[in-house]
């Protein structure tokens, strides 16, 4: 049986290592088995550059590395967390960068990828830094900071970004139906795959040409999140362990 994973919002930290553990874990089971894994965003906490080359970061990619050696396909997207995720990373861990809104053809069947942050329309204030982050001359301007300053700078964004969140309301955190629909039709999907909301679900959706469905993976903390697509069943939900 021929299958697809797809997992969003680790948001891997040094001082979460049990996280990175058991990523590698998955990544072991599945390298040579699975088609290919997609990582739809917030892999990291934070990622200041491809030039941050820690032993926490260095341990990721050989991980990644090692699945796609093993003849399993690897896909990255960017998150709200590691933007600035670059080709050299993606070639570090032998797979590809995304585009956001990317439709790939799982076993027959289309299917829209996204982080899901532009989704999430209502909340203008982050919309307005996501335009400006990611602005490659925005972009250039901080690579070219050594990585301490952009380690610190990292730190006050997270913080920032705490402080913002505890403040808004719920809806404005989670994404505008509107918009779902929207990006859907354009798209010509039935099935949209995205993380970002930290709210793992399935929902429908309701498209001119009939109900769709929105996958939304959760982010790894007790539990770790991943959606299964195979060739005979489809797609479905999972969680397990950590």
Known sequence: MSYTLFISDLHLDPARPEHLEALGKLLEAHAG????????????????????????NQEAIGAFRSFSDNGSQLYFMHGNRDFMLGDDFAAACSGTLLEEGTVV?????????????????????????RTMARNPQWQQGMLAKPLEERRMIAQGMRMQSQGNNANKAENIMDVTPEEVVRVMEEAGVKHLIHGHTHRPNIHDVELADGQGKRWVLGDWGKLGWQIVADSEKGLRLESFEI
Do not use: K, N, R
Request: with cysteine; net charge negative.
């Open 105 to 129: 053809d799982l076993y027959g069947t289309p299917v829209l990828l996204m982080h899901g942050d532009s989704l999430c329309t209502l909340d203008t204030a982050y919309q307005q830094f």
């Open 33 to 56: 088995q699975a088609d290919a894994l997609y990582v739809l965003g917030d892999l990291f906490e934070a990622w200041i550059g491809d030039d941050d080359d820690t032993p926490f």
